[in-house]
């Protein structure tokens, strides 16, 4: 809603200017007041810092800072400062969605090889003919690119001493200092939310020592760079890319300000010489108005963010900053104990971390995946991408877009449960607009109503397949994505919010309807072709194969979103002709399948290996994000998904371990948990280190390797998921807590049925006190290791039955198909109580 407004002021510049001035002070004003979930302010944590001793030597050790919509990787060189820029609208290309119409002549043909058993052939016909192709080869989306570099230059100030630099994650400032000659000087950096520029604030502790050269530079071929006055301006254009042209237009304004001292211009640069102090304004805005519109007019934009920042000054913009993110961030605290180790350079700390007692950073690391998601996605801004809003290539890895089949969707696993609800409507927004272009891929690839997303999209919102066959083919996307409206439901209770995204939840179904098709042996419906997330079967140079038909994930897929639309038609009371028809498409979907190792079957056939370590566990989904799979209702399902985690082992990519903590958590196994986040927190491509991996870079980024952001929000969530779950029917209060964590304090996180854990205390692994907000009412019930009494000592009614909370509802998962060779385990989960408290809205309720 922010940047809305900004874009909104942006673009109607030739309107009374103090009157958008105005308008904007009350803005926000009203932003920073108006919060849900967000109860007395919490304490700033002295340790919740990244601090270093030396400054960043490569992109991965500079710190990130963002406001949704700028970003900038501040690197806290003494001699010469970079800040690596992005606007989050600065993409390669155009708008475009490829379809490829000829996909559908071949649809048929492709099935029935598949149906034939030959695989090998199907994905070749696949490849060949349903593709859609360029000049130079297979689609494959447009890469998010950055803006540029403001480089800041100090004349001797190669030798420091006492070099100090740090992002505060309780106020979102980079912070750089160190001495020269017995002058202290300093510089702050921060994306402010409110005035929607960057500010760079640089300090001497003596008069008239402040020196410097300021000038912008960017890897993009077309700019023009010039400086006058007081303000250096960049103008650019996006890259082309394949065969698209770039079209996205930018400016990039550096207002510079010094205090007292003398301000000179030489070419593109500005020099300050003999200043006590300075600020710098950084300003940048594209001419993106949507994913279809390029209408707008940047240069305007960037001058209103500009003047409105300039009439705040320095000290009003830092404390409205400061202000507005507090209020998201404070919102969660997580106490696991301090030891000594928080003396220490946090990449010390890293590499440390797997031999240390250093229960701290494992509550950095979480805090700092809710600060990474604060400030990449704001509301009215565009999702996180693959790198949350920091890129310093015009080819980032995978193109830093929305890899769709789990990476675009981890972003946003921490967004409900860490109390950071209004961060996800970028996604959601994002999921309405593919819903419009995936109509569009739907009828003309596949002849189908509804909609669909394949494995990735990107700015301009594709939704046909691209790469190729082998990770291309996934027309599941569509599936995925739409969990993210219903969870969001869950957590709120928002009957007004459910209707508005009801017909996406139904379209993506549609879909479904439409694309699945009877296979041959046992009529079961079937998804065809698929993919298993980029996993193959059958070696197949240089990619394998992997299409197939009636893969776990897309059964499990389909049934969620089946039941997660039936249960929205019954909670709105509409559309009971199609929900009946879905509850008979569910009827006909294969069963999930245990096969000869006990293992969660990943393919329609029993063809998983045991040493299969592939870095996707798609058939996991049943398990985490969706529910179902559970300890309670389906141990043998829940037996075989842990012997399958076992088999793949604890090792891969920086967000596949991710994805394993919150694995873990939800097989209540918390130790094991703790284990991933020991593998995860492991410092990669270090100068302490030879080792190269999956992990975890010096400025706490995760390591894919390269850098992808989602480890990061994957692990946040599963922190989360280890103190509190909510998906199984009940709120469990720390089920998967790990012997290292004996002890702890946790506040604010959120549970579906619109529940805050207002405090959780425990000490010896028990829960020492306990304190929960209703938020809406409904009956509470309450799941623990341990008994559990209201404060005043009143009983707690004993669970019976399924919960009454709608919002709780859990479809009963059909039973599954078990090989004869399979050996099954007890599920060997430890008892639980439960039990029930019918709750007032805006009541909390004490337990001990």
């Known amino acids: 809603m922010l940047s809305f407004f900004y874009t909104f002021a942006a673009n109607n510049f030739k309107k009374n200017m103090n009157h958008l001035k105005n308008l904007l002070s009350i803005f926000c004003a009203l932003s920073i007041l108006n919060f ?62 490829n379809n490829y119409p000829e996909a559908k002549k071949y649809l048929s043909e492709v099935r029935e090889l598949m149906f034939q058993g030959k695989f090998r052939e199907a994905q070749d016909l696949v490849d060949a003919k349903m593709f859609p192709r360029t000049d130079l080869g297979f689609n494959q989306g447009m890469p998010y690119q950055p803006v540029g570099n403001l480089n800041i230059s100090f004349p001797g100030h190669e030798n420091t001493e006492n070099y100090y630099r740090e992002l505060d994650l309780n106020n979102a400032i980079a912070t750089t200092r160190y001495t020269v000659d017995g002058v202290n000087y300093a510089r702050e950096v921060f994306s402010s939310f409110t005035g929607q520029v960057i500010v760079v604030r640089l ?64 070419g593109d640069k500005i020099s300050v ?19 279809h519109d390029l209408s707008g007019d940047e240069t305007a934009k960037s001058k209103n963010y500009l003047d409105a920042a300039l009439a ?71 999702p996180a991408n693959l790198q949350g809003i920091w890129n310093d290539l015009l080819m980032p890895p995978w193109g830093s877009k929305y890899t769709t089949n789990i990476n675009a969707e981890m972003n946003y696993w921490p967004a409900e449960v860490t109390n950071l609800s209004e961060l996800h409507e970028p996604f959601i927004k994002m999921v309405k607009e593919v819903a ?55 957590y709120s209770g928002d009957r007004e919010y459910l209707t508005d995204v009801y017909p996406t939840m139904k379209g993506a179904a549609e879909f479904y309807l439409d694309f699945m098709v009877e296979e041959p042996k046992d009529k079961y419906l079937v998804i065809a072709p698929s993919n298993s997330p980029e996993n193959s079967f059958q070696p197949y140079p240089p990619h394998g194969v992997t299409n197939s038909y009636g893969i776990a994930m897309d059964t499990e897929l389909a049934f969620e979103l089946f039941s997660n639309v039936i249960s929205a038609s019954e909670v709105l009371g509409i559309d009971k002709p199609f929900a009946d028809t879905l509850k008979r498409a569910l009827d006909k979907l294969p069963p999930l399948k245990i096969g000869q190792y006990g293992q969660l079957q990943e393919w329609f056939f029993d063809w998983d290996h045991p040493e299969d370590h592939h870095r996707h566990v798609s058939q996991l989904y049943a398990l985490y994000p969706s529910y179902i799979i559970s300890p309670y209702r389906t141990p043998e399902l829940f037996d075989a998904a842990r012997t399958t985690l076992n088999q793949r082992g604890d090792q891969g990519t920086g967000w596949s371990m991710g994805w394993k903590v919150c694995l873990w958590a939800r097989f209540l196994d918390g130790n094991r948990a703790y284990k991933l986040i020991e593998t995860q927190l492991r410092l990669s491509e270090h100068a302490m280190t030879a080792y190269r991996g999956g992990g975890t870079y010096a400025n706490m980024f995760d390591a894919h390797p390269p850098f992808q952001i989602d480890g990061n929000f994957g692990c946040t969530a599963g922190i989360a998921e280890m103190l509190v779950q909510s998906h199984d029917g009940a709120v469990h209060i720390l089920p998967a807590l790990p012997d290292a964590w004996n002890q702890g304090s946790v506040k604010g996180l959120r549970t579906r049925g619109g529940f805050l854990i207002s405090s959780l205390e425990w000490e010896n692994g028990k829960i020492k006190s306990l304190k929960i907000k209703s938020e809406i009412g409904g009956n509470l019930r309450l799941r623990s290791y341990e008994p559990l009494r209201l404060t005043g000592g009143k009983e707690l009614n004993k669970a019976e039955g399924e919960n009454p909370n709608r919002l709780f509802h859990v479809p009963e998962t059909p039973k599954p198909i078990i090989s004869e060779k399979a050996t099954l385990n007890e599920a060997g989960v430890r008892p639980v109580f439960e039990y029930d408290l019918q709750t007032e809205a805006g009541k909390e309720y004490d337990f001990f």
């Open 273 to 291: 010489e003999g200043a006590d102090a300075a600020t710098l304004y950084i300003s940048i805005a594209s001419n993106f108005v949507n994913y």
């Open 312 to 382: 705040k000054g320095f000290k009003q913009l830092r404390s409205e900053h400061i202000d507005y993110y507090k209020n998201y961030f404070d919102r969660v605290s997580l106490d696991l104990g301090v030891t000594d180790s928080v003396k220490k350079p946090t990449d010390l700390r890293i590499f440390e971390f797997a031999k240390a007692n250093d229960p701290q950073l494992a509550a950095l690391y979480f805090q700092f995946g809710r600060y990474l998601l604060i400030s990449s996605s704001q509301p009215g801004c565009q």
């Open 36 to 97: 849900s979930s967000c109860e007395k302010p919490v304490p700033a944590d002295p340790n919740m810092k990244l601090w270093y001793d030396t400054p960043a030597s490569k992109w991965v050790e500079a710190l990130p800072t963002g406001n949704g919509r700028l970003g900038a990787m501040v690197f806290g060189t003494p001699a010469q400062e970079r800040l690596q820029l992005n606007e989050e609208t600065v993409w390669a290309g155009q708008p475009n969605n």
């Open 203 to 266: 300090t001497a502790s003596e008069k008239g020592k402040l020196n410097f050269s300021s000038w912008l530079t960017s890897p993009q071929k077309k700019i023009e760079v010039s400086a006058a006055g007081d303000k250096i301006t960049l103008n650019g254009v996006s890259s082309n890319f394949v065969n698209l042209e770039g079209k996205v237009e930018f400016t990039t304004e550096v207002k510079v300000i010094p205090e007292k001292g003398n301000m000179s211009v030489d």
């Open 436 to 490: 419009e272009t995936g109509a569009k891929t739907a009828k003309e690839m596949y002849g189908a109503r509804g909609w669909v997303l394949h494995h990735n999209t990107d700015i301009w919102r594709v939704t046909a397949p691209v790469d190729y066959a082998a990770p291309g083919m996934w027309p599941s996307g569509q599936a995925w994505v739409s969990e993210h409206l219903w969870e969001r439901y869950l």
